[in-house]
């Protein structure tokens, strides 16, 4: 698919690439230097970020690059994402820049796709266990798209929270999700179903309670799986 005569798009087993939407002479502080710039929503074989002085990271399925729906996250050298602004912006959508470092895209991106990915799951695994009970995939889904909404809720709720460090425990206690997912695991044991996530997400919560964190909100999970065991 083809943006524009210097931006074409091309889709490899899932992953989408933007090549040769800049390369060339990029004028730089009164002079020039050489870049390619390559935008991808997966890893390209042979170019990374560590010699990179800017990338970007789409955020959008390839069928809808192009559109008003497109996301992509800029970082790097300032005046080369000034430089390629225009051409980017054959890409579509909205572009946010996020500072000078060349990897900051692809943190954000990483961490995007660890939520996307077992928010997937997650989706997948209830319906699993609700086939399983007898419910059929259409009388689940209306609720399960409630719970999507808590979701959206809860995430600048995560966020303030572990900006500040305090996790109040008025609305859920990380002792009361243990006993959840201890009754989860218990059900999808039954039916045969894997509960290697589930398990997983056990042992964080079952280390924040070891260590006297049971009455701590949920927020306080991320930061046991950082380290390994809560902080402060």
Known sequence: ????????????????????????????????????????????????????TWTARILTPPQVVGTAATAVLYSGAHEVHEAVRDTMA?????????????????AYEVALLGLFTMSVYGVAHSFALASA????????????????????????????QLRTGDYPGER???????????HLIDAAIA?????GALTAAKGAADR???????????????????????AG
């Open 1 to 52: 698919m083809e943006l524009r005569g210097d931006v074409t798009v091309e889709t490899r087993t899932g992953t989408l690439f933007v090549a040769q939407a800049v390369q060339g002479e990029v004028p730089v502080g009164g002079g020039s230097r050489t870049e390619l710039v390559v935008l991808t929503g997966g890893q390209v074989e042979g170019v990374g970020t560590a010699s990179a």
């Open 90 to 106: 054959a890409v579509g959508g909205t572009g946010t820049y996020l500072g000078a470092d060349p990897g900051r895209a692809a």
């Open 133 to 160: 009970e007898g419910i059929a995939p259409d009388d689940l889904a209306p609720f399960a798209i409630g719970i999507s909404g808590l979701l959206s809720e809860m995430i600048p709720r995560f966020a303030g």
């Open 172 to 182: 859920s206690t990380i002792a009361s999700a243990a006993t959840t997912i201890a």
């Open 191 to 195: 039916h045969g179903l894997e509960v």
């Open 208 to 230: 924040a309670v070891a260590a006297g964190h049971g009455p701590d909100g949920l927020p306080r999970l991320a930061t046991v799986l950082r380290s390994g065991k809560p």
